[in-house]
Nanobody, 115 residues
Framework: QVQLVESGGGLVQAGGSLRLSCVAS????????MGWYRQVPGKQRELVAT???????NYADSAKGRFTISRDNYKNTVYLQMNSLKPEDTAVYYC?????????WGQGTQVTVSS
């Protein structure tokens, strides 16, 4: 059974840092592109960053230079290191992947950045 479980969210002051983790089970994430998304109530879910199986990463403009996506294939975990956080980064952050034609999502982790 495929499962994604995020953790690491919380309340942080502007300028601070958080590291989100997403532990995968039921499949080896090393073979798949993994992504971090975020959603604010009333708005569409938006892409933050992706990392391909080969290690190439891509970022939304809002994340470039501040966020870093990485993966630990031995721990079957993908991370999102977020630095220089801003109040507009406040959202629920989700981990996601597409596997064998099906899209999977975690339950999300709340990130709140105070000004």
């Amino acid at each position: 059974q495929v499962q994604l479980v995020e953790s690491g969210g919380g309340l942080v002051q502007a300028g601070g840092s958080l590291r989100l983790s997403c532990v995968a089970s039921g499949f080896r994430l090393s073979f798949y592109t993994m992504g971090w998304y975020r959603q604010v109530p009333g708005k569409q879910r938006e892409l933050v960053a992706t990392i391909a199986s080969g290690g190439n990463s891509n970022y939304a403009d809002s994340a470039k230079g501040r966020f870093t996506i990485s993966r630990d294939n031995y721990k079957n975990t993908v991370y999102l290191q977020m630095n220089s956080l801003k109040p507009e980064d406040t959202a629920v952050y989700y981990c996601s992947t597409d596997r064998l034609g099906q899209n999977y999502w975690g339950q999300g982790t709340q990130v709140t950045v105070s000004s």
